[in-house]
């Protein structure tokens, strides 16, 4: 999308009430993550300063999959975060951070869009694992009203189950 739809964070966002479980609902295609995933889920908490990112999800095979990151304020809002999941000492590259910026938010902190400001990368966030029509397309009507094509979107399986820190370390076994 052009330039003319720009993409603007919300003007307040407060932290410790966004921070803990959300549930992907949708989001656009990936290149790091399966189309196929399923319970798709990001964790969000302090630590060290910064936010720890957990996302988890089951890859298109059924197995367990984590990428854990972190985010650190980042633009003129408090919504404008930015993201890496560079291990820990390769995190001082330049250029390995990625753009986490909060669209849209509901007043009690149940629903989310989360953006990119290059139109790239879009997400909708819930704390449970299924939404109600309308609270959908409200969200996704926000998307396309700042630029974001919605052709592509990806809505993931999302069947209440999450990936445990035990089905991860069983299949770390395997």
């Known amino acids: 999308m052009s330039d003319s739809n720009p993409v603007t964070a919300i003007d307040d966002l407060d932290l410790d009430r966004y921070l803990g479980l959300w549930y992907e609902i949708a989001r656009l295609p990936l290149r790091y993550e399966d189309a196929e995933a399923s319970n798709v889920t990001a964790q969000y908490s302090l ?3 910064s936010i720890r990112v957990d996302n988890r999800c089951l890859d298109a095979d059924g197995e367990p999959t984590q990428a854990v990151g972190r ?17 820990e000492g390769l995190r001082w590259i330049p250029f390995t951070k990625g753009d986490y910026w909060v669209l849209k938010l509901d007043a009690d902190y149940q629903h989310a869009l989360v953006g990119t400001p290059d139109h790239k ?6 704390r ?11 969200f996704l009507t926000e998307a396309a009203r700042q630029g974001f ?4 979107l990806i809505r993931p399986v999302q069947d ?3 990936v445990t820190d035990e089905a991860l370390a069983s299949s770390a076994e395997s």
């Open 71 to 87: 985010a650190t304020p980042a633009g003129d809002s408090p919504a404008q975060l930015e993201v890496t999941f560079l291990p």
């Open 160 to 162: 209440g189950g999450r």
């Open 47 to 49: 630590d060290d300063g």
């Open 149 to 152: 094509d919605l052709t592509d």
């Open 121 to 126: 990368n879009l997400w909708l966030l819930a």
């Open 128 to 138: 449970t694992p299924h939404v109600d029509a309308a609270v959908e397309q409200e």
